[in-house]
């Protein structure tokens, strides 16, 4: 196949040690190679900076509440109005993008690599269906696995063994990734209207989330999945709840990782990392998490920045959501999903006007330049619920740029000098750490570096990005605009993206793990715990529940516990 | 009267099967109230003509116990169609329910579903 | 007899997937577990046998090749061709037709327009706090249905979802739970309910507004009558709903359809709003036909918008009003057309029906109909759920895969499209 040659390129390549050197990449048959022939194309990247294509490690782009959010708003569809072009699909939408426009617009970023965060497991076909529209960029889902009436019984009984068994069913009953937990125990309890703390007790099945939260670690950690929990923590978006922010990374403190990574990967922690006892004296946390995140090894984190403007919040956290509908009256969707999880959606502005808007803006970016250790933190928006995937660029331009952030500073509500961090940061980040952010520590937590993601080693996928831009330049403006339409996006080989206009749209592969569990005594008694599941109480039948093969006609299959 | 239109069984059994002599029985009716089957002189089995703003057409009156007077159903289907307008108030839904009528005997014959279309002008 | 079990029904928007059929000699012989409306269904009718081109009044058979060259013919030369239907095949069809349309250049909408599509315009104004079918299975106690007929239109619904049946938290099944009927007639629904409310026709929005005065404590403001309904029956229903540990109400064709329209459910939804200040409650539009839900999500996904999509730009355009099925036809302002899976002729008031049988007119259906009646081409295809497989998604948006049964020689809605599409691109240069 196609052999291609990346010239003179400046290139950062965190995962292999590459801090911004001068170095060819050479690409044959899809994969990075030691050299290439005469007859390869040559691409010059003088001038330019060459990454590994970007991994987004949680990004809420296809399933049934983003297309309940596109359907709830027109008016962001209509924001977003592209026609179809010889190649490319039309598109719409700004928080809510239209899957064509999601596959194209991440891959003029220069992304290749797109993690689904949260499936509904009943829904599991919906989000593999969107992810076949989803074109260029490869792709996987994570199943929502902690509400589920089955992990509610083996987490109260303390049967670890079970939860693997019945973990291992589930991820490959959806052709899933990995474990996604949200608001354990909170979102079940949002069946009644209700609403869980850490160590409040779930209505009828007596667990509680912190309980829930270890066995799923320990179950994860049993079946050894490429990744380890994702955990989106009780009492997200409430003042103060840093503290419980942080009992729920110690929680797992002990648990003995079964590969060389974190054994918990908490998301959108700006969310998380709040002070204050109410919405008066709100204030910034984010130097408590970052202390701790410093001080521990067990826990990595994605931002969930916040950026300032219009958008659509979304997640499986179904009170949180009908709270944030009380607070502005805006319109709200609801959706619970039967023995399994839930979800909530309604529109958000952050308005740097507001002063609890601006300090959740100053977390985000607290959070990021806090951390000492890039390897920790992943760079993530939590789209579109701190904002707009789009936005990521201008994120980027004000971690690295001092200048620019007091710039927007003076722009916002004063409270930032009193009850945020931001002003007293002086750090920025340079680009190795912004590859770090976004190729390299995604990659590694979700263990996609040992199938080729997030690096541009011999044998890697070929998905590069070479952005026209110098590592010195410092302008934030200009930052942006090499970052958010790439000189070149290269996937598995093939020129996507040149001069920041979609050339051609091949399919991506969906990523599932195939995940067994060898025990058969324990893994029947699952089995027939499973099977009363469904002939008394889903409206499914057991027979109907698995995604067929024909939801992934371009898959990639990874294989952990005993199928290894 | 106000006339309604909407689903049944037997209609819905019927779906794929709209040509038929089957269909017409179980949708070229009209079900009406004892009391205004009395108040229009028809008895079960009668044609009777409805009459729109949007049109007329002929069906079969049926007695309905659940009905109460003043409400005529007719199940949804070419017919019901006949005297259904569509102007859709700038929501691209035509009003299929909730339509003044006024019913009255009739000699005349119900249309087959052909002649219907015929007398569109097809 | 072999049996086939877990058989996906496909008539209506319950898709019961519990059905056993049996298969022999490559037909369907036997039906178990479905209404008498998904039976029909299954077990099939008289169909088309062969692709036909009109000529003056009668429609010839040909071959599937001509069909679909003078189809293209037809679609390409369109200045604004409608593509409407898309409720009874799978999503994989919905796929292909999307992108034929946007490569025509036409308007695509389903039967939502006639349908729910009131409801969706609703959701876009206050959005929907629902829930999985299972969730009311398990947790429900108080039941209304409003506008809706589930007897008659949704045969298994109280059956196997809503009512009758046993749920985790409602072992004894119907007496665990209360059935509120609210319709103008008292319909077969009706006669199973605890309580009947009988509203007069197009008063439902007062009596819904009615209801959320006295639920937010402004009762005083509510006249003894609403809509024919005393109010110490809307005072009873609004401290049945606000105590109940979790209600649900369904509603249907009796909202969407009478006057104020999607009115009439931004209220509903609002009511359902207004109860979660005292307990939990959802509400769910009872989608008729078995993947009308089905075009809405993939049409959502794939342009950002549920129906009634415009695409003469060259992106969607979403209007309705002015871009639904009802809308370009009252208007005139269609020149061709392509019904999929659906009956227009038969569902759509007569003067639309005038202008879609005036015009170049293209329907791809397994059954003869009033539609087929009328069109220039007809291509017959086979029946989804019984000869063909593919994605339809259940009133309360969760997908399944429908089986194939039996073999046959019809070419899929899915094949025909992409044939079509084919020929299209050839005329217009695009290969």
Redesign the interface.
């Known amino acids: 196949m196609a052999e291609l040659l990346i010239k003179n390129g400046i290139v950062f390549d965190p995962i292999n040690g590459v801090k911004g050197e001068k170095m060819d990449i050479c690409i044959k048959d899809g994969k990075v190679v030691e050299s290439v022939s005469s007859e390869a194309r040559v691409i010059d990247a003088s001038g330019c900076i060459v990454m590994p294509g970007g991994v987004d490690a949680h990004t809420h782009v ?1 399933g ?1 509440k ?3 959010g ?5 008016e962001d ?1 209509r924001k977003g ?4 072009t010889g190649v490319c ?5 700004y928080s ?5 426009a999601t596959g194209y617009r991440y891959a003029k970023m220069g992304y290749t690599f797109l993690m689904e965060p949260a499936m509904p497991p ?2 599991a ?2 989000m593999h ?2 992810l076949m ?1 989803t074109p260029i960029v490869d792709k996987a889902g994570m199943p929502l696995l902690d509400n589920n ?1 089955m992990t509610l019984q083996y987490a109260k009984s303390g049967d670890v063994e079970k939860l693997a068994a019945y973990i291992a069913w589930m991820i490959n009953a959806t052709k899933g990734y990995g474990v996604k937990i949200v608001n354990p125990g909170g979102t079940e309890a949002w ?3 209700k609403n869980c703390g850490l160590e409040d007790p779930v209505p ?1 099945f007596d667990v509680t989330p912190a309980e829930i939260i270890k066995a799923l670690a320990e179950a994860n950690e049993r079946l050894s999945l490429p990744h380890s929990i994702h955990l989106h923590a009780n009492r997200l978006g409430q003042p103060g709840n840093y503290e419980t922010t942080l009992k729920t990374y110690d929680l797992v403190k002990g648990t003995k990782p079964s590969r060389k990574r974190q054994v918990m990967h908490a998301t959108h922690v700006q969310f998380h990392s709040y002070g204050g006892t109410n919405w008066g004296n709100f204030e910034s946390k984010a130097d408590e998490i970052a202390k701790y995140v410093d001080q521990h090894e067990h826990v990595t984190i994605d931002l969930g920045a916040v950026m300032l403007g219009d958008t659509t919040t979304m997640t499986a956290d179904g009170p949180m959501e ?1 709270n944030l ?1 009380l607070l502005t009256g805006r ?9 399994e999880t ?1 979800s909530g ?2 529109p958000f502005l952050y308005s740097g006007k507001v002063a609890v808007n601006t300090i959740q803006w100053a977390i985000g970016m607290e959070l990021a330049l806090l951390v000492k250790d890039p390897w920790k933190v992943v760079l993530t928006t939590d789209h579109p619920n701190g904002g707009p995937f789009i936005t990521y660029p201008i994120l980027i331009s004000l971690l690295m740029s001092r200048k620019r952030r007091e710039e927007v500073m003076k722009e916002v509500h004063s409270v930032i000098n009193e009850r945020a961090l931001l002003p007293t940061i002086e750090r920025e980040l340079d680009w190795y750490e912004v590859a770090v952010m976004t190729r390299g520590t995604p990659a590694k937590i979700l263990g996609l570096h040992e199938h080729g993601k997030g690096h541009l080693g011999v044998g890697a996928d070929a998905d590069v990005a070479i952005y026209e831009i110098s590592p010195e330049e410092t302008d934030a403006g200009k930052i942006q605009k090499a970052l958010l339409n790439a000189k070149y996006t290269i996937k598995g080989g093939e020129v996507v993206v040149k001069d920041g206009e979609v050339v051609a749209v091949p399919e991506g592969r969906t990523f599932y793990v195939d995940v067994r569990y060898e025990d058969e005594a324990v893994w029947k008694e699952m089995l027939s715990d499973l099977e009363k599941m469904f002939k ?6 057991l ?2 529940y698995p995604v ?1 093969d ?1 939801y992934v006609p371009k898959p990639y299959v990874i294989k952990a516990g005993a199928a290894e | 009267m ?1 006339l ?1 239109t ?4 037997e209609q ?8 038929s002599e089957e269909y017409q029985k179980v949708v070229a009716v009209c079900e009406l109230s004892e009391d205004d089957m009395k108040a229009v002189g028809v008895s079960e089995g009668n044609n009777v003509k409805v009459k729109t703003q ?2 007329e057409v002929v069906v079969v009156a049926k007695k ?5 007077q003043g ?1 005529a ?1 007719i199940p ?3 017919w019901a ?18 339509i003044d009528a006024e019913i009255e005997r009739t000699s005349e014959n119900v249309p087959s ?2 002649e ?2 015929k007398s ?3 | 007899m072999p049996t086939v ?2 058989v ?1 029904c496909p ?2 928007g319950c898709l019961c ?2 059905i056993r059929v049996e298969v022999e000699g490559n037909a369907v012989k036997k039906v178990r577990g479905a209404c ?2 998904g039976r ?2 299954i077990l ?4 088309l046998k062969s692709p036909l081109l009109r000529e003056g009044d009668e429609l010839k058979e040909c071959s599937y090749e001509e069909a679909i060259k003078r189809a293209a013919e037809i679609l390409a030369a369109a200045r604004r061709p409608l593509l409407y239907g898309w409720s009874c095949t799978v ?1 994989e069809t919905h ?1 292909v037709g999307i ?1 034929l349309a ?1 490569v025509l250049g036409g308007v695509i909408d389903n039967t939502a ?2 349908c729910h ?2 409801t ?2 609703a ?13 009311v ?3 429900a106690d108080l039941v209304i249905f409003w506008g809706a ?1 589930p ?3 949704h ?1 298994n619904h109280m059956r ?2 809503s009512y009758l049946t ?4 409602r072992p004894e099944g119907k007496k665990d739970r209360k059935l509120v009927v609210v319709d ?5 629904t ?2 199973m309910a605890d309580i009947f409310i ?1 509203v007069e ?2 008063k439902d929005y007062l009596v819904l507004a009615a209801l959320r005065a006295i639920v937010n404590g402004f009762a005083d403001v509510v006249p003894e009558s609403v809509g024919g309904v005393p109010k110490e029956r809307l005072v009873e229903l609004a401290e049945m709903m606000k105590t109940a ?2 209600g649900i109400i369904f509603f249907g ?2 909202l ?4 104020y ?2 009115n009439n459910i931004e209220q509903a939804i609002s009511l359902v ?1 207004d109860l ?1 200040a005292f ?2 409650f ?1 509400i769910m539009p009872m989608r ?1 036909h078995y993947n009308v839900t089905g075009f ?3 049409c ?7 129906f ?1 999509v415009d ?1 003469a ?4 355009w ?1 209007n ?8 370009v ?2 208007r005139k302002e269609c020149d061709a057309a392509l019904i999929v899976a659906s ?1 227009p ?10 202008h879609l ?2 015009i170049p007119l293209v329907v791809i259906d ?5 539609t087929t ?2 069109a220039d081409v007809v291509i017959p295809s086979a029946v989804c759920g019984v000869e063909a ?1 593919g ?1 339809a ?1 259940r009133m309360d ?5 429908l089986r194939k049964l039996v073999e046959t020689e019809f070419l899929t809605d899915e094949e025909i499209l992409e044939r079509l599409l084919d020929e299209v691109l050839k005329i217009k240069g695009l290969q």
């Open positions: 296809a049934g983003v297309n309940a596109r359907l709830l708003r027109p569809g109005l592209e026609p179809r699909r039309a598109c719409s939408g809510v993008p239209n899957t064509f009943l829904k076909r919906h269906e969107e529209d009436w069946g009644w209207r009828y009908y509908y319109k709200w969707t609801n959706c619970d999903v039967e023995l839930g959606i309604t008394e109480y889903y409206t499914v039948s027979a109907n067929q024909d | 106000k309604i909407g689903r049944t069984i819905g059994q019927n779906l794929e099967n709209k040509l949007f049109g309905a116990d659940g009905n109460p409400i159903f949804m289907g070419p169609n006949a005297v259904v307008g569509g102007d859709t108030g700038g929501v691209g839904m035509p009003q299929f329910k909730g579903v052909r219907l279309l569109l002008g097809v | 079990t877990d996906v008539l209506c997937d519990d008498a409306v029909a269904k099939g009718h008289g169909r999503c796929k992108l946007e327009s006639v599509g009131p969706v315009q959701v876009q104004g206050v959005g929907l706090p629902t829930c999985t079918l299972g969730e299975k398990n947790r007929n007897v008659e239109a045969g196997r979802y046993k749920g985790w938290f103008v007639r008292e319909s077969r009706a006669r009988r026709p197009n540990q979790f064709m009796g969407t359809q009478s006057r329209k999607h709003r979660y307990t939990k959802a008729g809405n999500q993939v959502t996904w794939q342009t950002g918008f549920p009634a695409l730009r060259g992106y969607a979403y309705p009003g002015e871009t639904a099925a009802n809308d036809l009252s009956d002729a038969a569902h759509f008031p007569a003067e639309c029906v005038k049988a005036k397994p059954y003869p109909s009033p009646e009328i497989e994605t998604y948006k969760v997908p399944l895969r």
